[in-house]
Every structure is written in structure tokens, then in C-alpha cells.
């Protein structure tokens, strides 16, 4: 019998390696980053000394949302491990300008009127689920716009940042019409340190990431089509999410009413349920769009 050669696989494992070997160190210096950026609060110290839960959510949030979004760059076209490589390292240096900016839109927008960093240092874990939610739907917003062929290095920069930009506004504006069409305050209930708000807002925002994604992944129609596409499914995925949200609630949590679960109860249990139940439904109509 002919032994069995594996030997071309080493390769391919070294080249694995190199690229595990980046996210680290691509991790490691979105975590310097973050950690000047909080330089009034000692993250580790929060984490590690005070068991601070929202200090650890943002942070969480934030590194899978790099992760997330490197998967893209990863599943684009390969030339040759050098081109690929270095693609990818652009690819995740874009990702720490866009995320550290969806933080900073995060703070002026969508959670107006409260001071995060105060409220995390105060272990609201409110804010944590808010800017933990905000982070992943950004990173799979990344994760579409770098996934697909790009006739070149600065056609992909580009059209990231420009559906970066876009996709930030269409969460924004999913924030403002789920705060207005909701019977009490998500904004008002987070700051009141309500956990319960703080997953409802995440998990809205991660299942509409998640479609908004599918939007923006694969090759590319041109700039005008791939737009008016952007907008369709935009505006879709909000219809969607909505019809979603009334039937998850009536179908998991059958005699409860959402409001008297957030607000009086602050039941996390049902609210988590209730969300992941929409992000499995959002996952699959990403899947089929």
C-alpha cells in the first residue's frame, strides 16, 4: 500500500498559523488603543478587581466584532500569501478606525444623552449590552463590505468605509424607530442601569447587522446598483425585524408583555430568549436573501 504523504499540508498549516498569529496582534493593539482611549479607567483592573460587567461587555463586544469582521477580509480572493497577508493586515487596520468611530457615534447618538464611560465604570451593565450589541452589528456590516471580489486594494478601502458610513446610519436610524415605536424608553431604562433594555436594544441591533450584512456581501454590481440595494434591503430588514419581534415575544414568552418584562420585571432570562430567538431568524433570512 502507498503510504499517504501529508506533507502539503504543512503549508497550508503554517500559513494558518501567520494569520492566527495577526489577529493577535491585531487584537492586541485594538486593546492598546481602547485602553488610552478609557484612559481615566483602569479596564483591567475593573475586570479583573471589581468583576465590572460592562467594562467586560464593551470589551468583549469590541474583539468579536474585529473578529467578525476579519473573517471577511479572509474569505476574499487569494493571489499569493505575501498579497493576502498584507491585504489583511489593511483590512484590520481599517477595522480599528471604523470601530473606534462607531464607538464615538455610539456615544453622540444612539445613547445620546448618557455618559458611557461613567456608566461603565459604575458597572451599568446597560451600556455594556448597548455598545456590545452596537460593536457586533458593525463588525458583520465589515465582515460584508470586505467579503467578495474587489478589482483592487483601494476599491475594497472604499467601498468599506462607504458601507461603514451608510450601514452606521441605517442602525442609527433602527435605534431612533425602535425607541419611538417602543412603549417605554430604551434610552431611559439603560440609563437606569436595566439590563433587561440593554438586551433588547443589543439584540435588535446584532439581527439587523446580521441582515444588513447579506446586503453588502459578494461581488459587486456597481456602485449605484450596489447602493439602491443597500437601501432596499435597509429598509426590508426594519419591516422584517419588527413582524419578527411581535412574533418572537408571542411565541416564547406567550402571556407576557414586553413592557411589564423590561420595565417592571427587568427579566433578562425572557428578553435574551426573546432576542436570540430573532437573530436565529435573522441568521436565516440573511441566509435566503
Known amino acids: 500500500m502507498k503510504p499517504m504523504d501529508f506533507t502539503h499540508l504543512l503549508p497550508l498549516f503554517a500559513q ?43 470589551r468583549a463586544g469590541l474583539f468579536l466584532a474585529c473578529a467578525i469582521a476579519m473573517t471577511g477580509s479572509l474569505a476574499g480572493d487569494t493571489f499569493n500569501f505575501t498579497t493576502d497577508i498584507t491585504v ?94 417602543t412603549p417605554f424608553s430604551i434610552r431611559d431604562e439603560i440609563e437606569k442601569a436595566n439590563p433587561a433594555a440593554g438586551v433588547t436594544l443589543a439584540g435588535v441591533l446584532i439581527a439587523y447587522g446580521i441582515i444588513l450584512r447579506s446586503s453588502i456581501a459578494g461581488a ?20 422584517i425585524l419588527f413582524v419578527f419581534n411581535k412574533l418572537v415575544v408571542w411565541l416564547v414568552l406567550p402571556r407576557a408583555d414586553l413592557t411589564t418584562e423590561v420595565v417592571r420585571d427587568r427579566n433578562v432570562a425572557g428578553v435574551l430568549l426573546a432576542k436570540s430567538v430573532l437573530i436565529a431568524l435573522s441568521l436565516i433570512t440573511a441566509a435566503v436573501m
Open 16 to 58: 494558518g498559523l501567520a494569520y492566527v498569529c495577526l489577529a493577535f496582534v491585531f487584537l492586541l493593539i485594538t486593546k492598546k488603543i481602547a485602553d488610552i482611549r478609557t484612559v481615566d479607567i483602569d479596564d483591567d483592573h475593573e475586570i479583573v478587581e471589581n468583576s465590572n460587567l460592562a467594562i467586560g461587555l464593551r
Open 88 to 181: 489583511v493586515g489593511v483590512d484590520c487596520l481599517l477595522v480599528l478606525v471604523c470601530l473606534f468611530a462607531c464607538r464615538k457615534i455610539n456615544d453622540a447618538v444612539m445613547l445620546a444623552h448618557i455618559n458611557n464611560d461613567a456608566h461603565a465604570k459604575n458597572n451599568n451593565a446597560a451600556v455594556g449590552l448597548a455598545e456590545l450589541g452596537m460593536y457586533i452589528a458593525t463588525g458583520f456590516i465589515l465582515n460584508g463590505a470586505f467579503t467578495g471580489p474587489d478589482p483592487n486594494l483601494f476599491h475594497g478601502m472604499a467601498s468599506a468605509l462607504v458601507f461603514f458610513v451608510i450601514g452606521q446610519a441605517a442602525l442609527l436610524g433602527l435605534g431612533l424607530l425602535y425607541e419611538l415605536t
Open 220 to 239: 459587486s454590481g456597481g456602485w449605484i446598483f450596489d447602493l439602491v440595494s443597500f437601501v432596499l434591503y435597509s429598509l426590508y430588514g426594519i419591516v
